[in-house]
């Protein structure tokens, strides 16, 4: 068993753990490509025990109650997109979620209110290009805080910053590209990671919706450095949800 505290500086919704930081910090117990399923929302400034099961699995747990699962997986896209490094500022101007109307102002990845070092604030937007199906991107320079132990970019942080762009794609319907602003919850993400790059290197991220059923949305995402190579990917399911449930505090 290993403990896990998740900080308050990495919540998603106010009260808990972003979703993909939460996913990442279990993921390092699993060699190789991994899929974690949230189960609950991780609570902040909480012991938590990792814990190995009998069949391979890995189980986050708040006391009896298990947040999160994690098993080893193949993690292979539909398709791959990319974007340079000027097109994904470009497409950060384009946003669909303005600062003043930003759900969780206060998110450690996406969320406007974080200072610059604190929060990632990575601001996917579409790509200014004619496409069939929508494609978001967008920039990220790793701040020197997000270095672990060997220098490079730790790993939750990877995971992390492959969250929310693909829960802006999800908000992009795959078959018309229109957009709304359903209220979403991560249920379940899958990465790969290929390589950690360093902090102050210059990232793109490019996200794309792949499918709809019912109140699940599926979208992918993969992250580059400014030379091409590739260093994630990971695809998620978000679940539509009401905007109290979203907060964190279901009416």
């Known amino acids: 068993m290993t ?11 106010p009260n808990s753990g972003n979703g993909g930081y939460v996913c990442g910090r279990l993921a390092q ?41 994690g098993r080893a997986v193949s993690v292979e896209l539909v398709r791959l997109e990319t974007a340079s490094f000027d097109e994904a500022c470009a ?3 384009l946003t669909p979620v303005k600062p003043h109307e930003h759900p969780l102002p206060t ?27 929508p494609v978001l991107a967008a920039s990220w320079t790793p701040d020197p805080n997000l270095a672990a132990e ?21 908000n992009c319907d795959p078959q ?9 919850l991560l249920g379940r993400m899958s990465a ?23 109140r699940k949305r599926a979208a992918e995402a993969a992250l580059r450095d400014e030379g091409g190579r590739l260093l994630a990917v990971a695809k998620t399911t978000w679940i539509a949800v009401e905007r109290d449930v979203q907060l964190g505090h279901p009416s």
């Open 3 to 13: 403990e896990i505290i998740i900080d308050k500086r990495f919540c998603g919704p």
């Open 29 to 69: 117990h699993i060699p190789g490509g991994a899929e974690v399923t949230l189960r609950a929302p991780p609570p902040l400034d909480t012991p938590l025990a990792a814990i190995a099961t009998d069949d391979g699995t890995w189980e986050l747990r708040d006391g009896a109650k298990v947040v999160a699962t």
């Open 91 to 93: 497409a950060e101007l």
């Open 107 to 133: 998110c450690f990845v996406c969320g406007p209110a974080r200072a610059k070092g604190d929060g990632l604030r990575i601001f996917a937007g579409p790509l200014g290009r004619h496409s069939q199906s």
């Open 150 to 170: 060997d220098g490079l970019v730790a790993p939750e942080f990877l995971w992390s910053a492959l969250d929310c762009p693909t829960g802006f794609a999800c």
């Open 176 to 184: 018309s590209n229109a957009v709304d602003k359903t209220p979403l």
């Open 192 to 214: 790969r990671i290929e390589a950690r790059p360093r902090p102050g290197t210059r990232c793109i991220i490019t996200a794309w919706p792949t499918s709809r059923d019912g």
